[in-house]
């Protein structure tokens, strides 16, 4: 049973910055496709973040462009978000996820408070 799991996430200061990553924390990954970030407040559905393809293409969501980088390590199987410029609308929980050959992996998320 694969177990992802997320770190880097905390308190920091508007315009501060944080580093997210994720990786296996059990189990073997073996082809990995797209990998990605999602993160969610209560009451509202999870929402994308930001997604990378296995060729390295990336897609983000509008609130986050040209202020969040995704990033991947194609042999560590790992993901990356840094996330700069941060603001109060972003205090969420992040997760994680990886789409294999035949199952999506989810991480169990961390927090990320930003404060004003």
């Known amino acids: 049973q694969v177990q992802l799991v997320e770190s880097g996430g905390g308190l920091v200061q508007t315009g501060g910055s944080l580093r997210l990553s994720c990786g296996a924390a059990?189990?073997?990954?073996?082809?990995?496709?797209?990998m990605g970030w999602y993160r969610q407040v209560p009451g509202k559905q999870r929402e994308l973040v930001a997604t990378i393809s296995s060729g390295g293409s990336t897609n983000y969501a509008d609130s986050v462009k040209g202020r969040f980088a995704i990033s991947r390590d194609n042999v560590k199987k790992m993901v990356y978000l840094q996330m700069n410029s941060l603001k109060p609308e972003d205090t969420a929980v992040y997760y994680c996820?990886?789409?294999?050959?035949?199952?999506?992996?989810w991480g169990q998320g961390t927090q990320v408070t930003v404060s004003s």
């Open positions: 996820k990886m789409a294999g050959l035949l199952s999506d992996y």
């Open positions: 059990a189990g073997s990954l073996s082809w990995i496709n797209a």
